[in-house]
């Protein structure tokens, strides 16, 4: 049997335990959350927000930035920042420590602004929803001092007209950076495991997703320092898939995709 293969199987077996471990998901203080989480719960109030102590472990890292034309959402004030989270964080995770070596810092999740001084103990920032991203000077800053001294960026959960805020906002920070759409060629798509197919769409739009990435002075045998999902949610696929709401087979892609984005940066 092929290395692939193997890996697919564990796959496949890993992500219906989600399921079982959480067997108790419904008594804790939010559906999935742990009583003893060390992190924010969307509870739309940023004083809820209490990072985990930083012990040198690989920790899930979201950006929290003031969202341009944010709103309400249900019962709660709409951060766009904290779409999914914490439960696609503690998913991914799971995954993430069961297929790699990687030992991850399980219970907890951080989120920070790029200006946080803290930023560069977190090789890796995901960022939900950039199509309401927005930045101070000082993030700015922040931003492209992460980028330069190694950092890797994930763009997910955005899609349409979205795409002319998040360029903006890229084109802002990094104008000699060109974002360039990437293909099944690129090694970040043979990381850890080999995606056979980019043939994604959004989990609810329907829209075809596409993928796009930006490489260290603009070379192609430099480091990608960000990837972009665009018209993609691949933090819905995780955060919902002890649910059945979506497609098992694209809740399978979607954790081979991050798996892989979190190899190929902490290899690049």
């Known amino acids: 049997m092929g290395r692939s293969v193997r890996r697919l199987l564990m796959l496949l077996i890993a992500v219906p335990t989600l399921a079982d471990a959480q067997g108790g998901r419904r008594r804790g203080r939010m559906s999935g959350i742990p009583s003893d989480w060390q992190g924010y719960v969307q509870s739309g109030d940023l004083n809820d927000i209490t990072n985990p102590p930083y012990d040198g472990r690989f920790t899930f890292l979201r950006i929290r930035f003031e969202p341009d034309g944010g709103g309400g959402f249900g019962f709660r004030v709409d951060r766009k920042w904290d779409h999914d989270t914490p439960r696609a964080e503690l998913h991914f995770m799971k995954i993430l420590s069961e297929l790699t070596t990687i030992r991850p810092f399980m219970n907890g999740?951080?989120?920070?602004?790029?200006?946080?001084?803290?930023?560069?103990r977190y090789p890796i920032a995901?960022?939900?929803?950039?199509?309401?991203?927005?930045?101070?000077?000082?993030?700015?800053?922040?931003?492209?001092a992460y980028v330069a001294k190694g950092g890797f960026l994930i763009f997910d959960d955005f899609g349409g007209e979205h795409w002319y805020n998040f360029e903006r906002r890229w084109q802002e920070a990094f104008p000699a950076l060109k974002i360039v759409p990437l293909d099944l060629s690129n090694p970040i798509f043979d990381a850890f495991f080999r995606i056979e197919?980019?043939?994604?769409?959004?989990?609810?739009?329907?829209?075809?997703?596409?993928?796009?990435?930006?490489?260290?002075?603009?070379?192609?045998?430099?480091?990608?320092?960000?990837?972009?999902?665009?018209?993609?949610?691949?933090?819905?696929?995780?955060?919902?898939?002890?649910?059945?709401?979506?497609?098992?087979?694209?809740?399978?892609?979607?954790?081979?995709?991050?798996?892989?984005?979190?190899?190929?940066?902490?290899?690049?």
């Not at 999740?109 to 930023?119: H, V, W």
């Not at 995901?126 to 931003?143: A, H, I, N, Q």
């Open 109 to 120: 999740g951080t989120i920070l602004p790029f200006d946080s001084a803290e930023l560069f």
């Open 126 to 144: 995901y960022v939900s929803e950039p199509g309401f991203w927005s930045m101070s000077d000082k993030e700015r800053t922040g931003l492209q």
């Open 197 to 268: 197919s980019l043939d994604f769409s959004h989990p609810y739009f329907g829209m075809k997703s596409e993928f796009y990435g930006a490489y260290e002075d603009n070379d192609p045998k430099k480091r990608l320092v960000m990837i972009a999902n665009f018209n993609n949610d691949i933090g819905d696929y995780m955060e919902f898939s002890d649910e059945g709401w979506l497609p098992i087979s694209l809740t399978n892609e979607a954790y081979k995709l991050a798996v892989n984005y979190v190899v190929y940066a902490m290899t690049h």
